[in-house]
């Protein structure tokens, strides 16, 4: 396969008067011009001064000396002068002006690109505008009226803006164009170089004049990289512009394009692929390079549609591509790096010097953060979750010792007044993530290297003169900035795999070419509008609209596939958003045009069916049983094995407990201790007394606040006065309330005393098939006596049927979790009661969801007293439960819940 480049080439080096040192040689990118100077090598066997290779930018700027200005920059150079041609009483805030400049300064790019006299463009433009506010009935608002005035002022601000950075000596990329189309010919007369022109396609007007200018003065000669079943195919869009500039341009009248190859004619093995998802066409790639030879792969391209397919890409590698080259950059906004600053442009946010936890946890986790501030950034952690922390004041946390920490911590969480006091912060702070720490991290010190350099950027260009008065603004300037910045990757443009975008293969040739995403909306692009200019008013004045750009596609999309030998085609057959799953319009028109190899691939997809987990019982799990057996099994503990053995495992055997957090909104099981608590400490002075109802109305008025109390011990440092926490409140409140009720509506002709309230019981059980001693233990909520009858009592919180306590079957009482409930009350009458209390002891559970049902006593069939013969049958089932529990032959079995 013989490349575009080496053709030309071989065209030039034909020509025994063609000289090196006379000639610039002018492709559309550097890369381009890398390759040709390689190229160069391998062609020119003689000692030769390496000719002058620029890009179609670089000779630009040789042309103008120009400095070139930014997209940001340039929006902040038009608002200076938007500040001196619009008069107050019309000009808006910076914020609601950069909504509209980006727009702006693209079509004065796509203006001065094509040419286009602004005076005579904008007077048509405005007139349409007003044309589309008319009205034969009610007179224009001030609204319409200040809209339209708008439109009359562009040509001036355009004017004045242009004059004002070419004063300067700075231009944005348009104005290069027109300022270079105008100065060719005093550039031409001043050197004595001619200028090849290599592989270009679309060109704009500024470089049409200039190419021109140069051919008229036989300074030059241009290379078109198009093939014959193109250029005379009037219908194939792969050659519209050239085949418009051959016909147009009065060079090509006396030198018709002649010997164009045919390329594309050649066999080719192209092979079409639908693949679901980015995953899938990764994992397909490294397939298809797998099986290259190893002399192939450095003649090979992966062209990526979809930048999100890189990361996937780079760890889907096979083996045997060892080397491998990424043109496209990575962007700056996809490193780990970027979802910190944007956690501290969000903390600007906040209108109160509290901070909220979520922001300051999202920073103290961060990754660079831990590299250098690990130990302090966990204690901070702790201290806040064990503190629940909701809201924090900055004072709070940076109580540390380590002052370059509590450095870290003001620079990262303080409220700045200013725009320019927060770019100084943040490069403060990326100056302490430098630290010598991280002097073995190359790719996270480039991260930092390339945030800092962003920063002072922004810095520079707000010191020179700051319309942004507000971290909001600064943040989309930012965000704006971010997308335009990349990390370069280091890599050999000739050797090894080379992973792409599509505008980084024009001029370049590969024997096997793999392309991606080729899907609707991504190839070509969807028909994106941002610009004022409606479509009429481009096609009068030749200005580029969605039709060229797609031609634009179609010939980069065609030129890939002229020299290459096999192509693989693939795209995402998946319907995850609009147009998604549906292939290009170039694959439809390759399927008429030739013979392709087509097939679906998709993941093979293994069934799997959920293996029930089984831990068998080793010695040191035995061991730590009978310690535990020792120490007491709590009611809990044996529900929880009832329920599933494996997690009993993982709780009580492995210590495994559920990750502490901050509770932003009351958790259930904290509402429950809050009510608990609060009833323990109501009725705590009644203890060894009979309740009458003054005691109750009492009670009644210290609820409230007991409540409260309980709330701050145990919900800590949390807002409880506003949100969903106001409503728990409320609700803990309500549920004292109505058992206070209920309790005295129960004193109506009945005798309750209180014999204990959260009293800790321990029994030691005798298990004849155990040799280990085995205790029971737990906290009874409350023991009183209801007209003699002994009543122990368990609060829920949640709610609980009368049905949850009655137990109709004994086997299943130690098996089934819905018999948990009984279970647990039945463990308590078990450490509670002597032989002599049974016939005299109820059982029973109190359910703040179900009040108005009163105690739900235990009870089997209509029996709700607790007899010898129950807790005959409930010992045989608890000792059944603690038997299998230590039983080494018996293991963990999960179970299905």
Same mark, same amino acid.
């Given at each position: ?11 030039l080096?034909s020509?025994?008067s063609f000289d ?9 990118s550097?890369?381009a011009g890398n390759f040709?100077?390689?190229v160069?090598k391998a062609k020119v ?5 390496m000719p002058?290779?620029l890009s179609t930018e670089?000779f630009?700027?040789?042309i ?7 997209n940001?920059?340039s ?5 200076q002068?938007?500040?001196?041609t619009?008069d107050?009483?019309?000009?808006e ?7 509209w400049?980006?727009?702006l300064i ?9 040419l286009?006299d ?8 405005s ?10 009935g009610e007179?224009?608002?001030?609204l319409?009226?200040n ?14 803006f ?5 004063e300067?000596g700075?231009a944005?990329q ?8 105008e100065k060719?010919g005093?550039?031409?007369k001043q ?6 022109f290599?592989?270009f396609?679309?060109l ?6 200039l ?12 290379f078109w990289?198009v093939?014959?079943?193109?250029y ?8 519209l512009?050239?085949?418009n ?19 594309y004619?050649q066999p080719?093995q ?11 066409q990764?994992?397909?790639i490294?397939?298809i390079?797998k099986e290259?030879?190893p ?9 990526l ?5 890189l990361?996937?890409?780079?760890n889907?590698?096979?083996e045997n591509?060892?080397?491998i080259?990424?043109t496209m ?7 780990p790096?970027?979802s910190?600053?944007?956690s501290?442009f969000?903390?600007?946010e906040r209108?109160?010097?509290?901070l909220?936890?979520?922001?300051v946890?999202e ?5 660079f ?8 950034s966990?204690?901070l952690?702790k201290?806040?979750i064990?503190?629940?922390l ?5 004072d709070?946390?940076k109580d540390t010792?380590?002052a370059?920490f509590n ?9 700045h007044a200013?725009?320019?006091s927060?770019?100084?912060?943040m ?8 630290g010598k720490?991280?002097?073995d991290y190359?790719?996270e ?9 962003l920063?002072?950027q922004?810095?520079?260009i707000l010191?020179e003169q700051s319309p ?6 600064l943040y989309?300037i930012?965000?704006?900035s971010?997308s335009s910045?990349s990390l370069?990757?280091?890599?050999s443009p ?5 992973l792409m975008g ?9 024997k096997n ?5 080729v ?8 028909k994106s ?5 409606p479509?009429?008013l481009?096609k ?5 609209t969605?039709?060229?750009k797609?031609a634009v596609y179609?010939y ?5 596939m ?5 192509i693989h ?7 995850d958003?609009?147009?998604a799953g549906?292939?290009?319009r170039?694959?439809?028109q390759?399927?008429?045009?030739r ?9 093979k997809v293994?069934?799997?069916?959920h293996q029930l ?9 035995i061991?730590?049983l009978e310690k535990?057996?020792?120490y ?12 599933n053995?494996?997690?009993f495992?993982?709780r ?6 559920d ?6 909104t009351?958790?259930a ?10 009833l323990?400490?109501l009725?705590?002075?009644?203890v ?7 005691d109750?109305?009492?009670l009644?008025?210290?609820?409230d606040?007991?409540?409260l109390?309980q ?5 800590k440092n949390?807002?409880?006065?506003? &949100? /969903?926490n106001? *409503? @728990?409140?409320?609700?803990?409140k %309500?549920?004292?309330?109505?058992? +206070?009720?209920?309790e005295k509506k !129960?004193?109506?002709g009945?005798?309750v005393k ?6 800790e019981?321990k029994?030691?059980l005798?298990i004849?098939q155990?040799q280990?001693?085995?205790s029971i233990?737990g906290k ?5 006596s ?5 009543r122990?009592?368990?609060y829920k919180t949640g709610k609980?049927m009368a ?5 109709k079957?004994?086997d299943l009482?130690?098996t089934?979790?819905?018999y ?8 308590y009458a078990?450490?509670?009661?002597k032989?002599?209390d ?5 059982g029973?559970?109190?359910s703040?969801?179900n009040?108005k049902?009163?105690?739900?006593a235990?009870k089997? &069939? /209509?029996?709700t *007293? @607790?007899t010898a013969?129950?807790? %005959?049958k409930f010992?045989?089932v +608890?000792?059944n439960?603690i038997? !299998?529990?230590l039983?080494?032959d018996i293991?963990?079995k999960?179970k299905e819940?």
């Amino acid at each position: 396969m013989k490349t575009f480049i080496e053709e030309t080439l071989d065209h030039l080096l034909s020509n025994p008067s063609f000289d090196f040192s006379k000639t610039t040689f002018i492709l559309p990118s550097k890369r381009a011009g890398n390759f040709l100077k390689q190229v160069i090598k391998a062609k020119v066997h003689t000692t030769i001064f390496m000719p002058e290779v620029l890009s179609t930018e670089d000779f630009i700027a040789q042309i103008t000396g120009l400095i070139p200005l930014d997209n940001t920059s340039s929006i902040f150079k038009l608002y200076q002068t938007y500040k001196k041609t619009i008069d107050k009483e019309h000009q808006e805030s910076f914020d609601s002006f950069y909504a509209w400049a980006q727009t702006l300064i693209y079509d004065f790019n796509e203006i001065d690109r094509y040419l286009i006299d602004a005076d005579h463009f904008f007077s048509y433009l405005s007139r349409i505008q007003d044309i589309n506010h008319w009205s034969k009935g009610e007179n224009q608002t001030d609204l319409v009226k200040n809209y339209l005035w708008f439109w009359k002022q562009l040509p001036q601000l355009y004017k004045n803006f242009t004059q004002h950075i070419l004063e300067e000596g700075k231009a944005y990329q348009g104005l290069m164009y027109r300022e270079a189309s105008e100065k060719i010919g005093n550039y031409v007369k001043q050197t004595d170089q001619n200028y090849i022109f290599i592989g270009f396609n679309a060109l704009n007007t500024a470089e049409q004049q200039l190419i021109q200018h140069v051919l008229k003065e036989e300074r030059g000669e241009i290379f078109w990289d198009v093939d014959h079943a193109f250029y005379h195919n009037p219908n194939h869009e792969a050659s519209l512009f050239i085949r418009n500039y051959v016909k147009n341009w009065d060079y090509f009248k006396e030198n018709p394009l002649q010997d164009l190859p045919k390329n594309y004619e050649q066999p080719k093995q192209i092979e079409l692929i639908g693949i679901p998802k980015n995953v899938g066409q990764a994992k397909y790639i490294a397939q298809i390079l797998k099986e290259l030879p190893p002399e192939e792969i450095s003649q090979t391209a992966v062209v990526l549609n979809d930048e999100g397919l890189l990361p996937v890409l780079l760890n889907s590698l096979p083996e045997n591509v060892e080397k491998i080259n990424i043109t496209m950059g990575l962007p700056l906004g996809d490193t780990p790096l970027a979802s910190l600053f944007e956690s501290l442009f969000k903390i600007q946010e906040r209108e109160e010097d509290q901070l909220y936890f979520k922001w300051v946890l999202e920073v103290l986790k961060h990754p660079f953060v831990l590299q250098i501030f690990s130990s302090e950034s966990e204690q901070l952690q702790k201290k806040i979750i064990e503190s629940n922390l909701v809201f924090i004041a900055l004072d709070t946390i940076k109580d540390t010792k380590n002052a370059e920490f509590n450095e870290f911590l003001e620079l990262a969480f303080h409220l700045h007044a200013s725009t320019q006091s927060f770019i100084d912060a943040m490069i403060q702070l990326i100056q302490i993530l430098r630290g010598k720490e991280m002097k073995d991290y190359a790719l996270e010190t480039e991260y930092l290297f390339h945030f800092n350099k962003l920063f002072v950027q922004l810095k520079n260009i707000l010191q020179e003169q700051s319309p942004v008065d507000h971290i909001k603004v600064l943040y989309k300037i930012y965000r704006d900035s971010l997308s335009s910045q990349s990390l370069d990757f280091a890599g050999s443009p000739f050797d090894g795999l080379q992973l792409m975008g599509m505008l980084e293969t024009r001029v370049i040739d590969y024997k096997n070419v793999i392309l991606t995403s080729v899907n609707e909306g991504v190839l070509p692009a969807g028909k994106s509008n941002n610009s004022f200019i409606p479509y009429d008013l481009k096609k009068e004045y030749g200005l580029p609209t969605y039709k060229e750009k797609d031609a634009v596609y179609t010939y980069h999309f065609y030129r890939l596939m002229q020299r290459a030998e096999n192509i693989h085609i693939l795209y995402n057959t998946e319907q995850d958003g609009l147009n998604a799953g549906e292939k290009s319009r170039f694959i439809t028109q390759l399927e008429v045009e030739r013979k392709l190899t087509s097939a679906f691939v998709n993941p093979k997809v293994p069934s799997i069916s959920h293996q029930l987990i089984e831990i068998a019982k080793t010695p040191e799990v035995i061991q730590k049983l009978e310690k535990l057996a020792a120490y007491g099994f709590s009611p809990s503990a044996l529900t929880t094995y009832i329920r599933n053995p494996l997690d009993f495992y993982k709780r009580y055997v492995l210590g495994i407990k559920d990750e502490q957090a901050v509770e932003e909104t009351v958790a259930a099981n904290t509402l429950g201790t809050i009510i608990h608590d609060s009833l323990e400490h109501l009725f705590l002075p009644y203890v060894g007394k009979e309740i009458r109802k003054e005691d109750i109305d009492q009670l009644f008025k210290l609820s409230d606040q007991e409540v409260l109390t309980q709330f701050k011990n145990v919900y800590k440092n949390a807002p409880i006065h506003k &949100g /969903k926490n106001l *409503l @728990i409140h409320e609700v803990a409140k %309500r549920y004292l309330y109505n058992f +206070l009720q209920s309790e005295k509506k !129960e004193l109506e002709g009945h005798s309750v005393k209180i014999i204990s309230l959260e009293a800790e019981e321990k029994i030691a059980l005798n298990i004849p098939q155990l040799q280990v001693l085995v205790s029971i233990k737990g906290k009874v909520d409350r023991l009183d006596s209801f007209d003699g009858i002994t009543r122990i009592i368990d609060y829920k919180t949640g709610k609980v049927m009368a049905s949850d306590v009655s137990i109709k079957d004994w086997d299943l009482l130690g098996t089934d979790y819905k018999y948990s409930k009984a279970f647990q009350v039945l463990c308590y009458a078990k450490m509670i009661l002597k032989e002599e209390d049974y016939d005299k002891a109820q059982g029973g559970i109190i359910s703040f969801k179900n009040l108005k049902s009163g105690f739900l006593a235990l009870k089997e &069939g /209509k029996e709700t *007293l @607790i007899t010898a013969e129950t807790m %005959r049958k409930f010992d045989e089932v +608890l000792n059944n439960v603690i038997i !299998e529990i230590l039983n080494p032959d018996i293991p963990f079995k999960e179970k299905e819940v």
